[in-house]
Every structure is written in C-alpha cells, then in structure tokens.
C-alpha cells in the first residue's frame, strides 16, 4: 500500500507535515474554525501537484496521485460549505456559459450551423482530447486494469448510437427550438419532440454514454469514471440551474413537461400512455 501510493517517498516525512497540516486541520475545521480548512485544503492541493510530478517524472505513486485528487476535491467542496454554507454552482454559469435566449434568425438554417459547429468543437475537446490525456496519465502512472477483448467493438456500437442520439436531439432542438445546445445562446421555444418526448435531456444522456463508450473503446477505467463524474457534476451542479432557467421563461408549461417526462430514464408521457391504451 506505502509503495502503490508513496513509491520510494520517506512515509515518515510526509506524515511529519501530513498530521498537522491536514489531519489536525481538518479536525479544527470542524469545530469551526475556518482558518485551518484554509490550510487543511490548501495543503492537500499542494500534496496533490508534488505528488503528480513526482510520479510523472517515476512513474511511481499512481494510486497516490489518484486519492489525492479525491481527497483535493473533496477539500475544495468542504471548504465551500465552511467559507460560503454552499457550493457556489452557479458559478458554472457566469460570463459566457450564462444562460441567454438565441437571437431570432428567420430561418433555423443559422441554429443548424452554430450547433453542428458547437459539436465539433465540444466532442472533439470532451470525447478525444481529454480522455486521451487521461490514457497517458493511466498509463504513465501504472493505474491501468484489464479489459475483456470484447469492450473495445461493444464500445463502438454504443458510440455510434449515442453519437446518432446527440445529434438527432441537436438537430430537433435548433429546428423546432430555434437555439443551441449552448446555454449562450438557448432555444427560443421549448421542445417537446424528437426524443425530447420521451427523456428530458437526451444530449446529456448522449453525451455521457458517449464518455463511457470512448472509455470502453480505450479500455480505460479512469476515462469511464470521468464520464460518470460528469454526470454527477451535470445532473447535481448544471442540471439544477438549467431547469430553473427553463422554469422561469417557460413557466406552467414547462412545469407539466417536467411532471411528464423522466430525466434520465426514458418512458411515454402520459397523455401518449392514454392515447395507446385507449380503445
């Protein structure tokens, strides 16, 4: 375990500053003293960039590297909750992902564009630059596990019916929306078609499985659990001002749109559900 998450570092050594610095830090935290969630939090986001550059110039510590980061993330939203009483998740949407109508085009020709070239942009950063960067750090760190040899096609399948998912919701949204998927530049009308009739948010849900497929195909555990992660971070953070948002401009009738449809989990609306058992 020492050498899985310290290498050849000296466990001693760190605990001399680890004890104080954060266990006994985090024990004043919380009874309420704020300062020392300053220094506990501060000084795991220390530990945790030595730590990184240490085990990328050895190789060594991967699974230190990985706790690590946890345990900084988990600091952070400590922190928040001690210095605010909150996670402060509207930040997620200031400056240019704040949430803006589109401005009305004459045609949905101008929506289509913009939002094919949003995806370009977004998939190529989310789908192959970022999970490529973490291959290398899984693989430099000697975090890497083994896949069945049956993962790797599964996860094309799957890919390309999610990517055919996202993009069939792009383009029902910018057509009949009258926006993008961008929250800078929102759809004008709610949507209610497509596969919007049968789950809330089906880019999302594309997106995330997408996340996963590309971790299948990479056969990279880490980059699966970064696409859970998003989705925790969307549904817990996003997710939350989003529909309020929609709430606000689109008022009762996005409210029984809401009642109606699941989230996540796709199912007929009632109405549909009447219509089909009726006689």
């Not at 973490?134 to 890497?144: D, H, K, Q, W």
């Not at 896949?147 to 390309?160: D, H, I, N, Q, R």
Request: overall charge positive.
């Amino acid at each position: 375990m020492r050498e899985a998450t310290l290498g050849n570092l000296d466990s001693v050594a760190v605990a001399v500053f680890d004890i104080p610095l954060f266990v006994v830090a985090s024990a004043m935290a919380a009874f309420g003293v704020r300062a020392a969630a300053v220094v506990s939090a501060g000084w795991t986001g220390v530990v945790a960039v030595v730590l990184a550059a240490y085990a990328s110039i050895t190789a060594e510590a991967g699974w230190g590297v990985l706790s690590m980061g946890a345990a900084t993330a988990g600091s952070l939203i400590a922190l928040c909750a001690v210095l605010l009483g909150r996670i402060p998740t509207a930040w997620i949407i200031r400056g240019p992902f704040a949430f803006r109508p589109a401005t009305r085009r004459r045609t949905a020709a101008g929506h289509l564009a913009t939002t094919f070239g949003q995806i370009v942009v977004f998939w190529s950063f989310f789908l192959a630059v970022i999970p490529l960067a973490i291959l290398f750090l899984e693989r430099r760190l000697a975090l890497a596990l083994p896949f069945p040899p049956f993962t790797a096609p599964a996860g094309a399948v799957v890919l390309v019916l999610a990517s055919a998912l996202g993009l069939w919701s792009a383009v029902v949204m910018s057509t009949r929306g009258h926006g993008t998927p961008l929250p800078s530049a929102m759809p004008n009308r709610l949507v209610i078609a497509g596969p919007y009739r049968w789950i809330r948010n089906p880019m999302a849900v594309a997106g995330i499985v997408q996340g996963a497929a590309v971790g299948l195909i990479m056969q990279s555990w880490l980059v699966i659990a970064y696409a859970i992660a998003g989705s925790l971070v969307w549904n817990y953070a996003v997710r939350p001002l989003e529909e309020s948002d929609l709430r606000e401009r689109f008022g009762d009738e996005y409210q029984q749109y809401r009642d109606t449809v699941r989230c996540w989990l796709p199912r007929l609306p009632r109405a549909q559900r009447r219509q089909t058992s009726s006689p």
